[in-house]
């Protein structure tokens, strides 16, 4: 009987004993399953962190080739250079206004070289605060056409030089010409830190 009741343990398991494999095999799942989803996270975050980078990189490649080919003329009431700050509500905010020599923009009603353009800031359909960008035909009299640039950011930033100082505020029909150079700085949130992206640019027909 004893010899019999041996093997009988041998050839099966213990209530004990699968419920120890049973924790063991959820722990490993889990495990498993965290991994994963940590790894995923990381390639989303990569992602998103590539995607922002590209946005801003397009952003002030643009902006340095529009305020290098600003156009303002006094005699000339449809042509302006304007830049000023404002208020945000929680964030910092400024807006540029030029006229300024660029490609057509399909869509936006500009068939001439020369083209309004504004960059401003405000509180995106999200409600957090985002760069848009307007254009318009500025010899036509009709309503501008906007895109949103970049959204969910910390505040963007126009400073002006006037050959021995930078201001942040600029209106060429008071100082009577352009800047001497023109810097646009974007405020982005990356993780715990605001970072700044800035480039800056001369406008060739001063």
Do not use: C, H, Q
Request: avoid cysteine.
């Amino acid at each position: 009987m004893n010899s019999g009741e041996t093997m009988t343990r041998r050839g099966g398991f213990t209530l004990i004993e699968v419920l120890v494999a049973l924790a063991i095999g959820s722990a490993i799942i889990v495990a498993l399953y965290a991994t994963f989803f940590s790894v995923l996270k990381a390639r989303t975050d990569a992602v998103g962190g590539l995607e922002r980078a590209r946005e801003v990189a397009g952003f002030l490649d643009t902006f340095s080739r529009e305020a290098a080919s600003a156009f303002f003329k006094e005699s000339n009431a449809r042509t302006m250079f304007a830049g000023e700050r404002s208020a945000g509500g929680g964030f910092e905010a400024a807006s540029l206004s030029m006229t300024a020599f660029a490609p057509t923009v399909r869509g936006a009603g500009v068939k001439g070289d020369l083209v309004g353009v504004r960059y401003l800031t405000a509180y995106g359909e999200d409600g957090k605060p985002a760069l848009y960008k307007e254009t318009w035909n500025p010899y036509v009299l009709e309503s501008a056409f906007r895109i949103e640039v970049i959204e969910d950011i910390e505040g963007v930033e126009f400073s002006f030089y006037n050959g021995t100082k930078w201001a942040k505020v600029w209106d060429a029909r008071l100082e009577k010409r352009l800047p001497t150079a023109i810097k646009a700085a974007l405020l982005i949130r990356e993780g715990r830190e605001i970072r700044r992206y800035s480039a800056i640019a001369r406008p060739v027909m001063k």
